[in-house]
């Protein structure tokens, strides 16, 4: 009897764990990061992609990227057209054979435990993190992002 009550609790455990991870929406968990930690330079301000890749050596030059401060704009570099973008760019490198972050990884935080908190975050949100490119992302591996608004 204890055992499939210790059983039952660990279940009600994982599965609250569970929907906790999926519930990770833009609104409510990832714009208060990305408004700390990216907005300075990803702002309603800064150019829109089209634009910035006009100009991308003297925009990187000011320290000014991309737009990406609206749901819209974000999950562009999640999925279509800037497939991945995201995920390489804040990646910290560790499941790579080169070990090699991503250069937005160090923006995420102001120390190890702050960026892979919020790194966490992000891969919860994304559902599917993986760092290929275009024609490499399966149609699966797009319809398994989950990018809940
Ligand atoms: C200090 C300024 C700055 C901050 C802060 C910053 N970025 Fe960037 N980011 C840039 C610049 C400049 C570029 C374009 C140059 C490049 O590709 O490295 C860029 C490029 C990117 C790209 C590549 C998009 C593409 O399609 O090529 C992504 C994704 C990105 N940033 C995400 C983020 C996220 C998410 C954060 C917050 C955790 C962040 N950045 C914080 C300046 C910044």
Redo the contacts with the bound molecule.
């Keep these: 009897m204890k055992k499939v009550m210790v059983g039952t609790a660990l279940l009600t455990l994982t599965l609250v764990l569970q929907a906790q991870a999926s519930d990770v929406s833009w609104q409510k968990d990832v714009k208060p990061v ?1 408004d700390r ?2 907005a ?3 702002g309603a301000d800064s150019p829109e ?1 089209e634009v910035f890749a006009g100009d ?1 050596k003297g ?2 030059g000011k ?4 737009r ?1 401060d609206t749901y819209n704009h974000l999950i562009t ?1 999640v999925g279509w057209p ?1 497939n991945g ?2 995920m390489r ?2 990646d910290d490198g560790s499941g790579k054979a080169d070990k090699k972050a991503g ?2 990884y160090e ?2 935080g102001a120390n190890e435990n702050e960026r892979q908190a919020n790194l966490a975050l992000f891969k919860d949100w994304v559902g599917n993190w993986n760092l290929k490119r275009g024609k490499d992302v399966s149609k699966e591996e797009l319809s398994s992002l989950k990018v809940k608004y």
């Design positions: 990305f930690q990216c300075s330079c990803h992609h991308k925009f990187t320290g000014v990227g991309m990406m570099h800037y973008a995201l760019r804040l250069n937005m923006h995420l």
